[in-house]
T-cell receptor
Framework: QQPVQSPQAVILREGEDAVINCSSSKALYSVHWYRQKHGEAPVFLMILLKGGEQKGHEKISASFNEKKQQSSLYLTASQLSYSGTYFCGTERYRDDKIIFGKGTRLHILP | DGGITQSPKYLFRKEGQNVTLSCEQNLNHDAMYWYRQDPGQGLRLIYYSQIVNDFQKGDIAEGYSVSREKKESFPLTVTSAQKNPTAFYLC????????????FGDGTRLSIL
């Protein structure tokens, strides 16, 4: 079942913070986060495995609440390069296929 | 440099025609995937393969076929049975299936003439 991402779109000014959420109705083994710029391939950001460990990647970090089957991606002090569409992907168990959400479009204004 | 190569970048299909999209990887990854991307729909899984000579249907396999005769190659055929093939097709690979990051190719944009 496809995870639900919110919000669908966000417009920020450079330097502002954003949070993107990803929710599933099923218990999860892992949550993946990817960013895609227009016309390009998605680029891997991070994976969170069940256990609730928060991960960081420069000014981008994420958390995974396995009790709520929810993950959040945090972008702090956003830069123009952060613009793009962010996708979460979920796996229900170790060798499961990834099911991607519909994406959250992020636009950063100078 | 290792990576995933998709070709062609743009492809046009005539009515009733089968077309094949190429996907080659030199990352020595066991798992490979095909996704279809339509505006506002995210990435939808067509087929995936966890090992050579084996593959499984994804969520939207109807009208598509694949083969996995070599570890490096996972071609996708869009058959004439696929009535709405216009989309952006992405190939990806990962070291193994499960809990591993996926590396994507640059995609093939398929249009109908």
């Amino acid at each position: 079942q496809q995870p639900v991402q919110s919000p669908q779109a966000v417009i920020l000014r450079e330097g502002e913070d954003a949070v993107i959420n990803c929710s599933s109705s099923k218990a999860l083994y892992s949550v993946h986060w990817y960013r895609q710029k227009h016309g390009e391939a998605p680029v891997f950001l991070m994976i969170l495995l069940k256990g609730g460990e928060q991960k960081g990647h420069e000014k981008i970090s994420a958390s995974f609440n396995e009790k709520k089957q929810q993950s959040s991606l945090y972008l702090t002090a956003s830069q123009l390069s952060y613009s793009g569409t962010y996708f979460c992907g979920t796996e229900r168990y170790r060798d499961d296929k990834i099911i991607f959400g519909k994406g959250t479009r992020l636009h950063i204004l100078p | 440099d290792g990576g995933i190569t998709q070709s062609p970048k743009y492809l046009f299909r005539k009515e009733g025609q089968n077309v094949t999209l190429s996907c080659e990887q030199n990352l020595n990854h066991d798992a490979m995937y095909w996704y279809r991307q339509d505006p506002g729909q995210g990435l939808r899984l067509i087929y995936y393969s966890q090992i050579v000579n084996d593959f499984q249907k994804g969520d939207i396999a109807e009208g598509y076929s694949v083969s996995r005769e070599k570890k490096e190659s996972f071609p996708l055929t869009v058959t004439s049975a696929q009535k709405n093939p216009t989309a952006f097709y992405l190939c990806a690979s990962s070291i193994t299936s499960g809990g591993q990051p996926q590396h994507f190719g640059d995609g093939t944009r398929l249009s109908i003439l």
